[in-house]
């Protein structure tokens, strides 16, 4: 088994890997070009769990991200980095991230600056994400390349996703059970994977539920053998949880469903590390995936160096933006970990999980809102609307996400109160 020393030695070696060298040598024909003038922020009204970044440029270029912060919280960390002048009168003619008037090519150095920042408080890791993204976003837009190809290149021929299984009326009713299978083999998308959150078997206290009850457990299987029967060989499932549960409790939840052949059960734990962690990884036939609030490496070292989980599930907008996200890929790597993306955000998160997921390795699937009924995010651009295919998702070979931002749609879906770009 390979030991923590060796892990961490190699971690360092793959931290500034090939895939960094590559941007580097992308980047080169066009450092000191153009510089940042305005990082902005801005809610849209069906964003729960994030907000849109903007970053402009001397140059007219603008990169976009998304945050894992709202736009109120985004904007104040935003003024935090980057206004020349400080709480209790320091001065920072550049901000203390240093990024006003800064190359944004300069990727690597901006997510160091940024994640770095400790006094007087520590990073707010949701909106350096947004940034980050951002960044990344302009830089394929000043080298001409689609992002993947500043990552490396691509693994894959787009990204595999996984779906929703929320539209079920009831999963105790076999003929519900039935009919939701037919409605979703109709769907253009072809999804072929879908999870199914706990509460669909049984009613869960927030944020924690008590130790389970024999009958809460015969329900979960109940309710998971009837879409299992339904689905048959045409979906795999998975069951979702939101970190309510205690140790015995995830234990239980996992031998409910073992005999179901699942395909993971999701954040059944609180979600930072603890030994509960590694029993139930002891305890379970089943994959366990966890990782959607995790931030940075940091944060996802523990599980992976316990190897308490089988498949991290890194958010983009939550854990570091695309480098943050890449360098926990790379150190998932040493242990063969599969990653996978959650992602419940706007088009700029589902083309920048896409465009990450083509150049990892070890990628797993990207959980997805795409083909929801009025398929309303896929309004958010005005070039050709992003197209699922049995189950994957392409991203357009344009520069940066290659997403062609429809104001309109943004204005629109602009809470009222909410400024422009404010």
């Known amino acids: 088994m390979i030991t923590r020393r060796a892990l961490l030695r190699t971690a360092l070696a793959v931290s500034g ?15 000191g070009q153009v510089r940042i003038t305005a990082i902005k922020a801005m809610q849209l009204d069906f964003q729960f769990d994030g907000c849109l970044i903007k970053i402009e440029t001397d140059a007219g270029l603008v990169g976009y991200g998304e945050t894992g912060t709202n736009s109120a919280m985004a ?9 020349p002048a400080a709480f209790g009168g320091g001065r920072h003619p550049n901000g203390l991230a240093q990024l006003m008037g800064a190359d944004p090519l300069s990727i690597e150095k901006h997510f160091y600056r940024m994640t770095a920042v400790q006094h007087p408080y520590t990073s707010l890791t949701g909106t ?8 990344w976003d302009l830089a394929g837009k000043i080298t001409g390349q689609p992002l993947y190809k500043l990552l490396g290149g691509a693994f894959r021929d787009g990204c595999p996703m996984y779906s929703h299984g929320d539209r079920l009326r009831d999963m105790h009713d076999k003929s519900a059970c039935r009919d939701w299978v037919a409605e979703m083999k ?22 924690y539920h008590p130790t389970l009850r024999s009958e809460e457990l015969r329900k979960t299987h109940r309710g998971y053998a009837n879409v299992r029967e339904a ?63 995790l931030e940075l490496l940091r944060e996802f070292k523990p599980f992976l160096d316990a190897q308490a989980v089988d498949i991290i599930h890194p958010d983009i907008s939550f854990a570091g ?17 599969p990653v996978a993306l959650h992602n ?48 994957r998702l392409r991203v357009p070979e344009k520069p940066g996400l290659g997403l062609d931002i429809n104001e309109d749609f ?3 879906q602009k809470p009222a109160d909410e400024p422009w770009w404010g």
């Not at 350096?128 to 960044?135: C, F, N, P, Q, T």
């Not at 998308?189 to 206290?205: M, S, T, W």
């Not at 234990?251 to 603890?274: H, K, P, Q, W």
């Open 321 to 337: 933006g695309i480098t943050g996200c890449r360098k926990i890929a790379d150190y998932a790597a040493l242990t063969r970990t």
């Open 128 to 135: 350096v994400s947004g940034i980050d993204i951002a960044l």
């Open 186 to 207: 109709e769907q253009p998308e072809g999804f072929d994977f879908f999870k199914f959150n706990l509460d669909q078997a049984f009613q869960i206290e927030k944020p």
């Open 344 to 391: 419940v955000g706007t088009l700029v998160r589902t083309y920048a999980s896409a465009h990450l997921s083509m150049a990892i390795q070890n990628f797993y699937r990207s959980e997805s809102w795409l083909g929801r009924p009025g398929r309303l995010r896929e309004q958010m651009t005005q070039g050709e609307p992003p197209a699922v295919r049995n189950g």
């Open 410 to 412: 943004l204005r629109r």
């Open 17 to 31: 890997g090939a895939w960094m060298a590559n941007y580097r040598a992308l980047a080169a024909p066009f450092e």
């Open 231 to 293: 689905a048959g060989d045409a979906f795999d499932i998975a069951v979702a949880c939101h970190g309510e549960f205690d140790t015995p409790s995830s234990i239980g939840i996992c031998r409910a469903v073992e005999d179901l052949g699942l395909m993971f059960v999701e954040d059944a734990l609180n979600t930072r590390y603890s030994d509960g962690w590694k029993e139930l990884k002891r305890a379970s036939r089943v994959p366990l995936l966890t990782g959607e609030k």
């Open 75 to 83: 904007r104040a960390h935003i003024d935090h980095l980057a206004l």
